[in-house]
């Protein structure tokens, strides 16, 4: 198989050479959760050169029903580890790597990324994880959900420390609202990677209301 049958729908969509550009571009995922698991799929086979996908946390059956990269025969396995040999079995050029740890560890280890991926579930993470792109002049994508809403802000020069940073943990979340909104982010990512354009600081808030619309609202989150 060659990468032009592999990405065929793809390079109809932008063509070769943008195509064969993504794989040159890393990428770093924080987390390999419900939306870690949804971005490793969307992203995993879509060209990219390669993926770091960072959790130090194992599957457990109450995960399986929104993190889709898992099954059954998972539980017990690093939540990272069992990601990366989803995205290899999938994908033949890609090259993906786990780092089985938190991201404290992580961010000591001085890897540069292209982008970074926010897939955990705490703000004080987001909040380090914006410190560290930050400093290294990369820019990430944050994503949260919970119930049936969900929020996504591509964070270039804007400061997400506007957040009120508290541990809050989700009273519940659906299994599709979840999909959906990593679906969001991936594809935020990849048009980002691919050189197609983004609108960045804005953040998407989607929820649906009383009449069970689902609406999108955006806001300008403030500069650095």
């Not at 770093?28 to 770091?52: F, N």
């Not at 004080?124 to 959900?145: F, L, Q």
Request: with cysteine.
């Amino acid at each position: 198989m060659t990468q032009e049958e592999y990405f065929n729908r793809q390079i109809q969509l932008w063509g070769s050479s943008v195509q064969q550009s993504l794989q040159k571009k890393k990428i770093a995922i924080i987390g390999s959760g419900g939306l870690g698991s949804t971005l490793a799929q969307a992203l995993g086979t879509s060209g990219i050169g390669e993926i770091h996908m960072v959790d130090f946390d194992i599957v457990s059956s109450h995960n399986i029903h929104r993190q889709i990269a898992f099954t059954l025969e998972d539980e017990g396995k690093s939540k990272a580890k069992a990601v990366c040999a989803l995205i290899e079995s999938k994908n033949p050029f890609v090259k993906a790597i786990a780092f089985d740890m938190d991201f404290d560890a992580f961010k000591q280890m001085g890897n540069t990324y292209d982008l970074i991926l926010d897939a955990t579930d705490n703000l004080p993470v987001r909040g380090e994880i914006d410190k560290y792109a930050k400093e290294k002049n990369t820019p990430w994508i944050y994503a949260s959900v919970e119930e049936f809403n969900g929020q996504v802000c591509f964070f270039d020069t804007a400061n997400f420390q506007v957040f009120n940073i508290s541990d809050h943990k989700p009273g519940g979340i659906t299994a599709p609202i979840v999909m959906h909104v990593g679906s969001l982010q991936a594809n935020l990512a990849l048009r980002y990677l691919a050189g197609l354009a983004v609108l960045k600081d804005k953040l998407y808030y989607l929820y649906f209301n009383d009449e069970g619309e689902l609406m999108t609202q955006k806001f300008g989150m403030p500069k650095v």
